[in-house]
């Protein structure tokens, strides 16, 4: 029998290729036919979020630019954000500007969860992806994020830090450049921006109350018009964290619980940008990151929560994600995230 149709893919807005155009346009590995062909992009319509990323495979391929979604970033203009931006920067607090982002994220994109998080004294802005980014793309997610939403007030928010879940690179001057004054810091337990949460009251230099309120009718009527997407990345996410602490979970158990066969769940996993075994272990690596800052979990219950079956061999792949153990970890980070304190806060 065959399945009810699910929708279309995870798909982005073409407005967030213009500007990896730009950077692009003078660098001597990029044909002007490939630049033309994302140049006359129509602004309103949306690709397969999988065709972005073999868009931007093949950039960094021909570049061997590691620091081009940083560079991209940093070059975007409002129209990029098109109706987003103007939505966010008339907003009258950082706080309903998040709001709005939160609200509005699915004109730019399918595949971002943009959400507050209040943990104390502490706001968290996620950046939750719904499948795996490679770093170049995180990067300019976060770049473009910092020049177009932030902006001027990055610099009125002190103590503002960034955080990357990637390791360390070698070389992070690109990042100084791009994120400063807000500090930069890696390997961390989730991707987005962190602040004091007094400065969520913060007065935006731009607001406009009328402005804003004929922009958010204008950008409902636009979410409204996008077509459900399939988010089978999501319900794979779920059906993994369930059977973790049971075990190692498998594709074939997951197409089993799905109700379609293996070759299937592959297929629509690729057709969304990801592959269970990346899923899998960006899962897992996210969830130990996690864990790791939660002084009430010993490392014996991680390795247990995350489905391993014995403590050597997440030993081992804690390594692999991050270059440290998981007891170097904890001690670098100390006490960054309790996560059992988190309360999510979610516009409507």
Not at 117 to 146: C, F, N, W
Request: glycine share 4%.
């Amino acid at each position: 029998m065959r399945r009810a149709n699910q929708g279309p893919d995870l798909c982005i807005s073409t407005r967030l290729l213009f500007p990896f155009a730009r950077v692009l346009m003078d660098h001597p590995a990029v044909s002007v036919e490939r630049l033309d062909e994302i140049r006359t992009l129509d602004p309103d319509a949306r690709i397969p979020l999988s065709r972005a990323h073999d868009l931007l495979a093949q950039a960094l391929e021909k570049t061997q630019d590691p620091n081009l979604g940083l560079k991209a970033g940093r070059s975007a203009s409002p129209g990029d954000y098109g109706v987003l931006h103007y939505a966010i920067r008339s907003a009258s607090t950082i706080e309903e500007a998040i709001q709005a982002a939160h609200r509005f994220m699915r004109l730019l994109t399918d595949a971002t969860d943009y959400r507050l998080e209040l943990d104390g004294d502490r706001a968290m802005v996620r950046l939750d992806s719904k499948v795996p980014l490679p770093r170049a793309a995180a990067d300019y997610q976060a770049s473009i994020t910092h020049t177009l939403q932030l902006g001027p007030s990055a610099a009125l928010i002190p103590g503002l830090e960034w955080w990357f879940q990637h390791d360390r690179p070698k070389d992070t001057s690109e990042y100084e450049r791009t994120f400063a004054p807000a500090a930069v810091r890696f390997s961390a337990p989730a991707f987005g921006y962190v602040f004091d949460k007094s400065f969520l009251k913060l007065p935006l230099p731009q607001a406009d109350a009328n402005l804003n309120q004929i922009v958010r009718k204008h950008a409902e009527l636009l979410l409204a018009e996008l077509p459900r997407t399939r988010n089978l990345t999501e319900t794979v996410r779920d059906l993994i964290v369930k059977e973790l602490a049971s075990g190692q979970p498998t594709a074939a158990q997951v197409a089993v619980r799905l109700r379609m066969n293996q070759r299937t769940l592959a297929r629509r996993l690729q057709s969304e940008g990801t592959t269970f075994s990346a899923l899998f272990d960006d899962l897992r690596r996210g969830l130990a990151l996690r864990y790791l800052l939660r002084s009430d979990l010993r490392i014996s219950e991680v390795v247990f929560l995350l489905g391993f079956s014995e403590v050597a061999t997440f030993y081992r792949a804690f390594r692999r994600w991050t270059g440290q153990t998981p007891v170097e970890y904890r001690r670098s980070q100390g006490g960054l995230l309790r996560t059992d304190r988190i309360v999510s806060s979610r516009a409507s």
